[in-house]
Antibody, heavy 120, light 110 residues
Framework: QVQLVESGGGVVQPGRSLKLSCAASGFTFSSYGMDWVRQVPGKGLEWVAVIWNDASKKNYADSVKGRFTISRDNSKNTVSLQMNSLRPEDTAVYYCVRDFRHPAYFFDQWGQGTLVTVSS | QTVVTQEPSFSVSPGGTITLTCGLSSGSVSSSYYPSWYQQTPGQAPRTLIY???TRSSGVPDRFSGSILGDKAALTITGAQADDESDYYC??????????FGGGTRLTVL
Protein backbone atom coordinates (compact mmCIF):
# COMPACT_ATOMS: atom_id res chain seq x y z
CA GLN A 1 0.00 0.00 0.00
CA VAL A 2 1.02 3.61 -0.42
CA GLN A 3 3.17 4.95 2.39
CA LEU A 4 4.61 8.39 2.93
CA VAL A 5 6.85 8.73 5.96
CA GLU A 6 8.19 12.13 6.97
CA SER A 7 11.27 12.72 9.07
CA GLY A 8 13.54 15.54 10.12
CA GLY A 9 11.23 17.61 12.28
CA GLY A 10 12.34 19.07 15.58
CA VAL A 11 13.07 22.27 17.46
CA VAL A 12 15.15 24.92 15.72
CA GLN A 13 16.03 28.51 16.53
CA PRO A 14 14.72 31.40 14.44
CA GLY A 15 16.95 32.14 11.48
CA ARG A 16 18.35 28.63 11.34
CA SER A 17 17.76 25.87 8.81
CA LEU A 18 16.13 22.45 8.82
CA LYS A 19 15.64 19.79 6.18
CA LEU A 20 12.60 17.55 6.05
CA SER A 21 12.52 14.29 4.15
CA CYS A 22 9.74 12.02 3.00
CA ALA A 23 10.24 8.39 2.07
CA ALA A 24 7.66 7.05 -0.36
CA SER A 25 6.76 3.45 -1.06
CA GLY A 26 4.01 1.35 -2.58
CA PHE A 27 3.68 3.25 -5.85
CA THR A 28 5.69 4.40 -8.86
CA PHE A 29 7.17 7.48 -7.26
CA SER A 30 8.52 8.99 -10.47
CA SER A 31 4.99 9.20 -11.90
CA TYR A 32 3.59 11.61 -9.33
CA GLY A 33 3.94 15.20 -8.30
CA MET A 34 4.72 15.62 -4.63
CA ASP A 35 3.81 18.42 -2.27
CA TRP A 36 4.34 19.68 1.24
CA VAL A 37 1.35 20.95 3.20
CA ARG A 38 1.64 22.39 6.70
CA GLN A 39 -0.64 23.00 9.64
CA VAL A 40 0.00 25.32 12.52
CA PRO A 41 -1.18 23.49 15.67
CA GLY A 42 -4.86 24.16 16.16
CA LYS A 43 -5.16 26.00 12.83
CA GLY A 44 -5.94 25.21 9.22
CA LEU A 45 -3.99 23.59 6.42
CA GLU A 46 -1.68 25.54 4.12
CA TRP A 47 -0.18 24.31 0.86
CA VAL A 48 3.57 25.00 0.90
CA ALA A 49 5.32 23.62 -2.18
CA VAL A 50 5.07 21.25 -5.13
CA ILE A 51 7.56 19.48 -7.35
CA TRP A 52 6.67 17.87 -10.66
CA ASN A 53 7.18 14.14 -11.06
CA ASP A 54 10.37 14.68 -13.08
CA ALA A 55 11.53 17.67 -11.01
CA SER A 56 11.18 19.88 -14.09
CA LYS A 57 9.05 22.41 -12.26
CA LYS A 58 8.59 23.61 -8.72
CA ASN A 59 6.22 26.07 -7.14
CA TYR A 60 5.91 27.64 -3.71
CA ALA A 61 3.46 29.48 -1.54
CA ASP A 62 4.28 33.18 -1.23
CA SER A 63 4.84 32.71 2.51
CA VAL A 64 7.89 30.49 1.92
CA LYS A 65 9.15 31.60 -1.49
CA GLY A 66 12.86 32.36 -1.41
CA ARG A 67 13.36 30.54 1.91
CA PHE A 68 12.21 26.97 1.24
CA THR A 69 13.40 24.62 -1.51
CA ILE A 70 11.68 21.41 -2.53
CA SER A 71 13.64 18.64 -4.21
CA ARG A 72 13.30 14.96 -5.00
CA ASP A 73 15.40 11.91 -5.77
CA ASN A 74 13.47 9.48 -7.93
CA SER A 75 16.18 6.86 -7.55
CA LYS A 76 15.61 6.81 -3.79
CA ASN A 77 11.87 7.57 -3.77
CA THR A 78 12.34 10.57 -1.56
CA VAL A 79 11.19 14.17 -1.54
CA SER A 80 12.74 16.83 0.64
CA LEU A 81 12.03 20.31 1.90
CA GLN A 82 15.00 22.50 2.75
CA MET A 83 13.83 25.26 5.06
CA ASN A 84 16.12 28.25 5.58
CA SER A 85 15.74 31.48 7.54
CA LEU A 86 13.07 29.87 9.69
CA ARG A 87 10.58 32.06 11.52
CA PRO A 88 8.35 31.34 14.52
CA GLU A 89 5.36 31.41 12.17
CA ASP A 90 6.83 28.41 10.32
CA THR A 91 6.05 26.29 13.39
CA ALA A 92 3.70 23.61 12.12
CA VAL A 93 3.15 19.97 11.34
CA TYR A 94 4.50 19.38 7.85
CA TYR A 95 2.75 16.76 5.74
CA CYS A 96 4.23 15.04 2.70
CA VAL A 97 1.46 14.66 0.16
CA ARG A 98 1.08 12.96 -3.21
CA ASP A 99 -0.88 14.90 -5.75
CA PHE A 100 -2.93 13.52 -8.58
CA ARG A 101 -3.31 15.27 -11.92
CA HIS A 102 -4.86 14.76 -15.30
CA PRO A 103 -7.74 14.84 -15.41
CA ALA A 104 -8.27 15.66 -11.75
CA TYR A 105 -6.12 17.82 -9.50
CA PHE A 106 -6.15 16.89 -5.83
CA PHE A 107 -4.17 15.42 -2.95
CA ASP A 108 -4.73 11.69 -2.83
CA GLN A 109 -2.25 10.37 -0.27
CA TRP A 110 -1.00 11.95 2.95
CA GLY A 111 1.82 11.15 5.33
CA GLN A 112 1.35 11.35 9.08
CA GLY A 113 3.33 14.57 9.38
CA THR A 114 6.39 15.80 11.24
CA LEU A 115 6.37 18.68 13.71
CA VAL A 116 8.70 21.63 13.24
CA THR A 117 8.98 24.07 16.13
CA VAL A 118 10.81 27.34 15.57
CA SER A 119 11.64 28.84 18.92
CA SER A 120 14.54 30.35 20.79
CA GLN B 1 -4.07 36.86 -3.32
CA THR B 2 -6.72 34.18 -3.60
CA VAL B 3 -8.75 33.62 -0.44
CA VAL B 4 -10.99 30.59 -0.14
CA THR B 5 -13.87 30.96 2.29
CA GLN B 6 -15.57 28.31 4.41
CA GLU B 7 -17.97 28.51 7.30
CA PRO B 8 -15.87 28.40 10.51
CA SER B 9 -18.26 26.05 12.25
CA PHE B 10 -21.48 24.17 11.81
CA SER B 11 -23.55 21.79 13.86
CA VAL B 12 -25.90 19.06 12.77
CA SER B 13 -28.11 16.58 14.56
CA PRO B 14 -27.45 12.88 14.15
CA GLY B 15 -29.27 11.71 11.05
CA GLY B 16 -29.53 15.23 9.71
CA THR B 17 -28.29 16.72 6.48
CA ILE B 18 -25.82 19.53 6.20
CA THR B 19 -24.14 21.39 3.37
CA LEU B 20 -20.75 23.01 3.80
CA THR B 21 -19.64 25.53 1.21
CA CYS B 22 -16.38 26.70 -0.34
CA GLY B 23 -16.25 30.10 -1.99
CA LEU B 24 -13.85 32.68 -3.30
CA SER B 25 -13.38 36.11 -1.79
CA SER B 26 -13.73 37.45 -5.30
CA GLY B 27 -15.25 35.44 -8.08
CA SER B 28 -17.09 32.16 -8.40
CA VAL B 29 -15.96 28.61 -7.81
CA SER B 30 -16.46 26.40 -10.83
CA SER B 31 -15.44 22.90 -11.77
CA SER B 32 -12.38 24.35 -13.50
CA TYR B 33 -10.91 24.84 -10.03
CA TYR B 34 -11.24 21.07 -9.45
CA PRO B 35 -12.57 21.55 -5.91
CA SER B 36 -11.68 18.78 -3.48
CA TRP B 37 -12.67 18.11 0.11
CA TYR B 38 -10.75 16.63 3.03
CA GLN B 39 -11.79 15.41 6.45
CA GLN B 40 -9.50 15.70 9.45
CA THR B 41 -9.98 14.50 13.00
CA PRO B 42 -7.73 15.74 15.83
CA GLY B 43 -4.22 14.34 15.73
CA GLN B 44 -4.74 12.65 12.38
CA ALA B 45 -3.66 13.40 8.85
CA PRO B 46 -6.37 14.61 6.49
CA ARG B 47 -8.39 12.08 4.53
CA THR B 48 -9.48 12.72 0.97
CA LEU B 49 -13.27 12.69 0.59
CA ILE B 50 -14.20 14.30 -2.72
CA TYR B 51 -12.24 15.39 -5.79
CA UNK B 52 -13.09 17.00 -9.10
CA UNK B 53 -16.16 18.58 -7.51
CA UNK B 54 -18.25 15.43 -7.26
CA THR B 55 -16.12 12.26 -7.27
CA ARG B 56 -15.93 10.33 -4.02
CA SER B 57 -12.54 8.96 -3.09
CA SER B 58 -12.19 5.22 -2.63
CA GLY B 59 -13.94 3.96 0.48
CA VAL B 60 -15.85 7.16 1.19
CA PRO B 61 -19.49 6.47 2.13
CA ASP B 62 -22.12 7.71 -0.29
CA ARG B 63 -23.63 9.94 2.38
CA PHE B 64 -20.87 12.38 1.34
CA SER B 65 -21.48 14.18 -1.92
CA GLY B 66 -19.99 17.14 -3.71
CA SER B 67 -21.49 19.70 -6.03
CA ILE B 68 -21.46 23.28 -7.24
CA LEU B 69 -24.21 25.34 -5.62
CA GLY B 70 -24.50 28.76 -7.15
CA ASP B 71 -21.05 30.29 -7.07
CA LYS B 72 -19.58 27.91 -4.51
CA ALA B 73 -18.43 24.33 -4.21
CA ALA B 74 -20.41 22.34 -1.69
CA LEU B 75 -20.02 19.24 0.44
CA THR B 76 -23.25 17.65 1.59
CA ILE B 77 -23.45 15.06 4.34
CA THR B 78 -26.74 13.18 4.34
CA GLY B 79 -27.64 11.23 7.45
CA ALA B 80 -24.84 12.60 9.61
CA GLN B 81 -23.23 10.21 12.06
CA ALA B 82 -21.32 10.86 15.25
CA ASP B 83 -18.00 9.99 13.64
CA ASP B 84 -18.56 12.68 11.00
CA GLU B 85 -17.62 15.18 13.69
CA SER B 86 -14.40 16.55 12.18
CA ASP B 87 -12.78 19.48 10.46
CA TYR B 88 -13.51 19.75 6.76
CA TYR B 89 -11.28 21.54 4.29
CA CYS B 90 -11.84 22.43 0.68
CA UNK B 91 -8.99 22.97 -1.75
CA UNK B 92 -9.01 24.73 -5.09
CA UNK B 93 -6.46 24.17 -7.85
CA UNK B 94 -5.21 27.48 -9.23
CA UNK B 95 -3.12 26.02 -12.03
CA UNK B 96 0.64 25.73 -12.52
CA UNK B 97 0.87 23.34 -9.60
CA UNK B 98 -0.59 25.78 -7.12
CA UNK B 99 -3.33 24.98 -4.65
CA UNK B 100 -5.12 27.00 -1.98
CA PHE B 101 -6.92 25.70 1.09
CA GLY B 102 -10.00 27.13 2.66
CA GLY B 103 -9.88 27.94 6.35
CA GLY B 104 -11.81 24.82 7.27
CA THR B 105 -15.18 24.12 8.87
CA ARG B 106 -15.45 22.46 12.26
CA LEU B 107 -18.51 20.22 12.22
CA THR B 108 -20.18 19.22 15.45
CA VAL B 109 -22.70 16.40 15.52
CA LEU B 110 -25.06 16.78 18.47
Amino acid sequence: QVQLVESGGGVVQPGRSLKLSCAASGFTFSSYGMDWVRQVPGKGLEWVAVIWNDASKKNYADSVKGRFTISRDNSKNTVSLQMNSLRPEDTAVYYCVRDFRHPAYFFDQWGQGTLVTVSS
Amino acid sequence: QTVVTQEPSFSVSPGGTITLTCGLSSGSVSSSYYPSWYQQTPGQAPRTLIYSTTTRSSGVPDRFSGSILGDKAALTITGAQADDESDYYCVLYLGSGSWVFGGGTRLTVL
